[in-house]
């Protein structure tokens, strides 16, 4: 039987460093009958699934979509489409609402009508991967301020109606699924050192993984504190400090240095302004009781969901 890996997320759960791994191994695996597609490729035309979370059985223009898209598939030769892209589960939160996912009960619509429509020769395995909310959500914050937020983390957090952020609710609504789609779900804590490119081949279920040679799994690297200061502050003034530090480093030796590199860019006031802004305390993630407060909440919830069948993990990887 044919297989069709959607590889969905979460945001800030590895995506980049998976996508990573598949294009540098796409040869490799189109070899192997092995179909790869990534959003490069959707934007070009080829099996676009994004916006799937905003499904709707009642709308004949989704109805079509899904049909089309369903005929394509089956049109394929590769007997595995490996599909990896964590805006099909929609933007992140706090974005566009201060929800968790809301739309993920379509997404699991749409992979329910892709099934009616693939089966038998197609079997649909939906991936998510997830991480510790409160690593999520730093995570998640360190990536806007690159992006240009303005708001200190508690002020981020305050969009965000963080009394949802349980992975229970996914792990229901996916394992409804069970019986006609091979449902898989990891924490990503479970993935590290040499070993986590070829356990994430694995979990993806692509075939033929045992005798690749996988590079160690690389993602976006995470910003220190004074990357962030830095960041956090041009961004609160207006200033593109881009010329002299790339959004995608990971830290930062001096900042003073970095705020006289901008030279002519701002006015001896702007300098001036400027690094009394980086001097200032902000806060850049959780302090340790708000850490503890938060994850108590959590507690029982993260229990299950890490002790479900369905997930792979332990019951301590997120201790």
Known sequence: MKKLI?????????????????????????????????????????????????????????????????????????????????????????????????????????????VERLAPEWTVCPRLVVRRQDHYLESVYAFRVSRGLTLGFNDFLAQIDISSLSWVPFLDQLINLRDVCNVKIAALEMWHGDSAAKEAARFLEISDVEDMEFQRLRGNRRHDPEALTFILACNRMGIDGSQVFDAKQASLIDCAALVEQLGDQITPQQRSQLISEISKPVELGFSASDRNSFLAVLEDQNNEFLNHESVISNSAVWG
């Open 6 to 114: 959607l590889h969905i997320g979460t945001h800030r759960c590895g995506s980049t460093a998976i996508q990573t791994m598949l294009d540098g191994l796409r040869s490799k695996f189109e070899e192997n009958n092995i179909s790869i597609v990534m959003r490069s490729d959707m934007e070009r035309g080829v099996l676009d699934f994004r916006r799937l979370h905003r499904f709707n059985r009642l709308n004949p223009m989704w109805i079509y979509k899904l049909r089309r898209l369903a005929d394509d598939i089956k049109r394929s030769a590769s007997h595995t489409i490996v599909v990896s892209e964590e805006n099909i589960m929609g933007t992140m939160p706090g974005v566009l609402s201060p929800d968790f996912y809301p739309y993920f009960p379509r997404l699991i619509g749409s992979f329910a009508f892709l």
